[in-house]
């Protein structure tokens, strides 16, 4: 039996959960309504445009582009900083709701998940997701699109078709006729780079890719064609994986065999502990802005010393270089009998209120590169290359 999985989608969720915070904090203006936008810092006109309204939209006003560019087009343009506090309070909110209905919830991001409502009986799907849109809407006070079908991907796909506050279909009968006419480009997964040598192939609709001979496509793209192709023909996964609560911290430590005296051993051991803690952090597809060390002697004196970063990060170089530096910090000499970091301040993406960090930025990037590589490395060939490819670097 078909499931029946919703992918539930927040309509510009920063700019819609900025506004309604504001008008609970009494604010006369619903920021939707004016030409607005999240992003940046009004004073110094540094940083992208995170979010905009629909009247910002009119003016051309586009997501990603500078401050400086955007204030150009919309002179009247008014500017709110990201709310990250206020955007998981709400993603919470949402989620509440649909506990209601079935535990079988998949965040996907801070504004999407899935549902699977298979099992919710005596409803027709569209009857429940209209249900819970309007919900939505009037206890939370923003919109929201819901796609329906009978797998993630098709469910993903009908949440994009028309926005905002709308219900869509695309079960696997209607492919035809709703997915296959779309830009190929439209397709999950899909970016500009995939597009242009796509449309070099003559590839230009989903269906053209949908038709198109899956050997060829494996050849020239590799494992990536064959999963393209599959989500051109509506082929994609139904498990809906419960997602744990949202975890505020992490943390790892290591007691050791016997006590460390010097500061390079120490350094050593925080190098492990790092690299399986941030390791843990990637998985979760998860960034942090606050790090601690922990430090317990042999005569089991505990102490700690941590320090908020200007930008969250999940970079094994990162993390170790401030764990070591907060050790430096605090040690005493004393013999350590336990090392530990903990990672908190957990959030789902770096976003840089301004560019005043580009540095940090740039600098994460290149260590998330080099992480995501060790990553791969380490899971085809065991732990071991990592420590091999350390110590080809020394
Ligand atoms: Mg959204």
């Known amino acids: 039996m078909n499931k029946i999985i919703f ?23 619903d920021i939707r309504t004016i030409p607005s936008a999240i992003g940046g810092d009004e004073a110094s006109r540094r940083g992208v445009i995170l979010a905009k309204s629909n009247p910002a939209k009119k003016f051309g ?44 919830i998949e965040k996907y991001s801070i504004d999407e ?18 249900e819970i849109k309007e919900r939505i809407k009037k206890e939370l006070g923003f919109t929201v699109n819901v796609g329906i079908s ?12 028309e926005k905002p506050d709308k219900i869509h279909t695309l079960y696997p009968e209607e492919i035809k006729k709703k997915l ?54 509506g082929i994609g996964s139904d498990d809906v994986i419960y997602t744990e609560e949202e975890a505020k911290l992490i943390s790892s430590e290591l007691t050791l065999p016997s006590d460390v005296q010097s500061r390079d051993e120490a350094h050593k051991i925080l190098l492990e502990i790092s690299k399986k803690i941030c390791r843990r952090l ?45 050790f430096d910090n605090k040690w005493q000499y004393e013999p350590v009998r336990l090392l530990g970091i903990s990672l908190s301040g957990l959030c789902e993406e770096i976003i ?25 490395l380490q899971d085809k060939y065991g732990e071991d290359i990592i420590n091999r490819f350390n110590s080809l670097n020394k």
């Not at 960034?287 to 060390?293: A, N, P, R, W």
Request: overall charge positive; charged content about 25%; hydrophobic content about 35%.
């Open 61 to 104: 006003v586009v997501t990603g582009e500078s401050i400086f560019s955007a204030k150009k087009k919309c002179p009247n343009l008014k500017l709110y900083p990201s709310e990250f506090n206020v955007y998981r309070y709400y993603s919470g909110e949402v989620i509440k709701i649909f506990k209601e209905y079935t535990d079988f």
């Open 113 to 130: 998940s899935f549902l699977d409502v298979t099992a919710i009986a005596g409803k027709n799907p569209y009857e429940l997701a209209y």
């Open 282 to 326: 990637r998985d979760m597809k998860r960034y942090s802005s606050t790090i601690s060390v922990h430090i317990k002697t042999s005569d089991f004196i505990n102490y700690s010393h941590q320090r908020k970063l200007k930008a969250a990060t999940n970079s094994t170089k990162i993390v170790y270089d401030i764990a070591c530096q907060l």
């Open 352 to 376: 840089e209120q301004t560019s005043l960090f580009d540095d940090i930025k740039d600098n994460n990037l290149k260590n998330q590169k080099i992480d995501s590589v060790m990553d791969k």
């Open 150 to 161: 009978t797998n993630k991907l098709l469910a993903k796909m009908a949440s994009e078709f």
């Open 7 to 29: 992918h539930i989608d927040v309509n510009n969720a920063f700019l819609s959960w900025s506004a309604v915070y504001r008008l609970k904090q009494g604010e006369k203006i």
């Open 180 to 233: 296959w006419p779309l830009p190929v480009e439209e397709l999950f997964m899909v970016g500009k780079k995939a597009k242009s040598r796509l449309n070099d192939m003559y590839i230009f609709t989903i269906g053209d890719l949908a038709g198109y001979d899956v050997s060829l496509l494996k050849q020239k793209f590799k494992s990536y064609g064959e999963m393209i192709w599959k989500y051109a023909n």
